[in-house]
């Protein structure tokens, strides 16, 4: 027999009290899905005719949609405003590579807050928000990560992705994949509350979809053009159409399975998309595209389901956009503290349920570079030349009123100067060096696309999904800028193709007084991957990679330059390499 004391008792009584508070329907699961350069037109709910997204539709119809839903012009800017509820400025996200998209350690994130209210958080796909810990999602609150942390990925079908710190090969097209994860997950964790994040990186480019929906575009006319006309690249347009009934199909493959496990009156499931169309294609005559900071390139679609709780068919006219979306879950799912940083967003589920009684207009900046517009309810100012459109009147901006209306044109001048001043606009942003060392996400990447170099070393392609190449001489330095978290040992690997000709030529890794050096003895030489593009892509084209241990080096806690370099060139180059790993060993601390 066992004899439990009274404390043990009281505890197991108080976790039985906890999981039965969790699991009843004040406490929602949360599904986020997040599309990658979806345009407001590419859904047939819409008004697009030249395709057809039963999914989203139906999601729309069995919910709520915001018909007025604003992020920001490029990716990472987006995310961190969704993940923290604050302007990415104040995050320190003010680009989308070089490390400029790294989120600030002070920020809570929206996943920070639902795993410390209990609930299990989960993120697949495409992050590009920081790929080192305590950047890297499993050290901002999700649990579990599956996906790639940059800001696109190089290969779409049989992709190499990140599955908790190891690079595994997957079969199949990328989205199916990081859906079959999303499906996985929520059958594994049915019985608990969970969080997860599902972030496509489809419509982006590179433009590749499988033959099943390019074949429905391929030769069909597209009926509704873009404002772009003539110049409207059709090609692109049936690639990203044929992409986007791709991402409906696993929507409803998600949609499917929550109803199967009869989830569907327990779980929030909200869908959008991270900016504007990232081509000249029918957007509902906005004005503006993917980076621009006029409508198009910031209004996308949103639709939020809660069988049972958010009333069918509603739609919501008020502005509202991803800085609401912490403020607005935590509000849904009962979930009480979410950080101490003051929000920027703020809780619009009242207009969920109709409670739009004396709501009041609000403001919503868009920022890219040095570009800024500002948008109420009815008026959207465009810094750039004094402009300033009556959206009821002119939704699609051709009209500029700013004489007309000068009392509304001082209020929003002022509204940006009071941002700028707010945010650190105007301040100097300073790269913070690529962390090295935690002895809880031990593996560190060093990705060629985050390196500098001198010489005649160059990346495959001056873009994310990049190798380096050309690495032809000892003249040739490549550095990265890391701050070493912990005093110890770290195993360094990298990531390399060399052809048997090329084979022999010496490594060399240095930082501070660590010195390791290694010789390449094997060749390795595949192709590039067939892609199957639709279009000749700018991005590089991928290829395998063989991982190679070049030995131990004893690094230093601080900052410093890694730097990788070569004394001898054994044929006409060194190798392309893709990434170096330094992983702590952590007996050695």
């Known amino acids: 027999m066992i004899r439990l004391t009274l404390p043990v008792l009281l505890l197991s009584v108080f976790l039985c009290f906890v999981s039965a508070v969790l699991a009843d329907s004040s406490h929602p699961n949360v599904v986020i899905i997040l599309a990658d350069d979806q345009g407001w037109g590419d859904v047939s709910v819409h008004g697009n005719t030249n395709l057809k997204t039963p999914n989203l539709d139906s999601l729309a119809a069995q919910g709520a949609t915001f018909d007025r839903f604003f992020v920001c012009p490029l990716c990472s800017p987006t995310r961190a405003e969704f993940l923290t509820g604050r302007y990415h400025l104040r995050s320190n996200v003010f680009g989308v590579t070089m490390g400029r998209e790294r989120m600030s350690l002070e920020e809570t994130t929206i996943a920070d807050t639902f795993l410390a209210a209990g609930y299990s958080t989960a993120m697949f796909g495409k992050w590009h928000n920081g790929s080192q810990y305590p950047y890297h ?227 919503i900046v868009s920022q890219n570079g040095t570009r800024l517009a500002v948008r109420s309810q009815q008026y959207r100012y465009v810094e750039e030349d004094d402009q300033l459109f009556d959206m009821i009147a002119d939704p699609g901006q051709r009209k500029n009123i700013a004489d007309k209306q000068p009392e509304v044109l001082k209020r929003f001048v002022q509204t940006l100067e009071d941002w700028k001043e707010s945010t650190r606009y105007n301040v100097q942003r300073d790269v913070v060096p690529i962390p090295v060392g935690y002895s809880e996400y031990p593996w560190t990447p060093l990705p060629a696309r985050d390196a500098e170099f001198t010489g005649n070393v160059r990346r495959s392609v001056a873009t994310i999904s990049s190798y380096v190449t050309d690495w032809t001489s000892p003249e040739d330095k490549i550095s990265w800028y890391i701050d070493v978290h912990t005093d110890g040992d770290y195993i360094a690997k990298i990531h390399y193709t060399c052809p048997e000709s090329d084979v022999g030529s010496q490594i060399e890794l240095r930082c501070g007084d660590g010195i390791l050096q290694a010789k390449i003895t094997e060749p390795f030489d595949p192709p590039l991957y067939d892609q199957r593009d639709r279009i000749p892509r700018h991005e590089s084209y991928m290829k395998d990679f063989r991982e190679m241990t070049l030995g131990t080096i004893s690094l230093k806690k601080g900052v410093r330059s890694l730097e990788l370099s070569v004394p001898q060139v054994a044929g006409k180059q060194v190798a392309d390499f893709w990434f170096i790993s330094l992983t702590l060993d952590k007996e050695s601390q």
Request: hydrophobic share 35%; with cysteine; net charge negative.
């Open 137 to 363: 999602p499993t050290g901002r609150g999700f649990q579990e990560f599956f996906g790639f942390t940059t800001g696109y990925w190089g290969n779409y079908f049989d992709p190499i992705l990140e599955n908790n710190g190891t690079m595994v090969k997957e079969k199949g097209y990328i989205t199916d994949i990081l859906t079959d994860k999303t499906i996985q997950y929520i059958e594994e964790n049915q019985d608990k509350p969970f969080f997860c994040y599902l972030a496509l990186n489809t419509p982006h480019s590179p433009w590749m979809v499988p033959d099943e929906y390019w074949n429905r575009f391929s030769d069909d006319p597209i009926v509704l053009r873009g404002r772009a006309g003539e110049n409207e690249e059709l090609p692109k347009t049936r690639c990203a159409l044929a992409m986007c009934e791709n991402i409906d199909w696993n929507v409803g493959r998600i949609i499917k399975k929550l109803d199967e496990l009869k989830l569907n009156n327990n779980t929030i499931v909200i869908y959008f998309s991270d900016n504007g169309p990232n081509s000249n294609r029918w957007n509902g005559d906005m004005k503006g595209r993917k980076s621009s900071v006029e409508e198009g390139g910031v209004r996308v679609p949103f639709f939020i389901r809660w069988t049972g709780t958010i009333p069918a068919g509603t739609t919501v006219t008020q502005i509202a956009g991803g800085i609401d979306l912490l403020p607005t879950l935590a509000k849904l799912a009962n979930v009480k503290q979410i950080g101490t940083l003051p929000l920027d967003g703020i809780d619009v589920s009242p207009l969920l349920f109709g409670k739009n009684e004396n709501w009041q207009d609000r403001t």
